[in-house]
């Protein structure tokens, strides 16, 4: 086999940056998969501190919802940083100004407050980070030859 018949069988897409290895984005894409069954398990404690009508247990579950949400940002703009860097970067700086508008909510230990600043801010920038991590992560399966057009975090 010929040195570029040997090239043109390695499967990199071609949307990839150059200097991006496949194994940083296979550890991000299981760094992410990871936190969405932490978020999950942290769902569920919530759930059962309202259930126990504990406000306290509630307020710091949310609170490691909150924190738990924000790091799933920062590993998105990780990820999709290796495909796009102006959209990663876009989403880092939404998930810093997260975090530091968090830190001032958490500090007033108010559960109205902190419930209104994640419909006004963490939802939107939660939403607009998925929403393109599943387009980077859809569109490299597809450029990879995968059959589904959608790309599923497991």
């Known amino acids: 086999m010929t040195f570029a018949k040997c090239i043109l069988t390695i499967p990199v897409p071609p949307i990839l940056r150059v ?4 194994s940083e984005v296979s550890r991000l894409e299981r760094s992410i998969a ?3 069954r932490d ?3 942290l769902s569920e404690e919530r759930w059962r ?3 126990a009508r504990n406000e306290e247990s509630v307020f710091k579950a949310r609170v490691k919802a909150v924190e738990k949400t924000l790091d799933n940002c920062n590993a998105i703009a990780k ?3 290796n495909f796009s860097a102006p959209v990663g970067k876009e989403i880092q700086r939404r998930e810093l100004n997260a975090r530091k508008t968090f830190e001032i909510i958490r500090s007033t230990n108010d559960p109205k407050i902190l419930h209104s600043w994640i419909k006004e ?3 939107p920038s939660t939403k ?3 929403r393109m991590a599943h387009m980077t992560a859809s569109t490299s399966r597809k450029v990879q030859g995968a059959s589904s057009d959608f790309h599923k975090w497991t």
């Open 34 to 36: 990871q936190i969405k």
């Open 121 to 123: 801010q963490l939802i």
């Open 49 to 51: 501190a309202a259930l």
């Open 19 to 22: 200097g991006m290895e496949l």
């Open 128 to 130: 607009l980070a998925e």
């Open 79 to 81: 990820y999709v940083s």
């Open 39 to 41: 978020l999950s398990s």
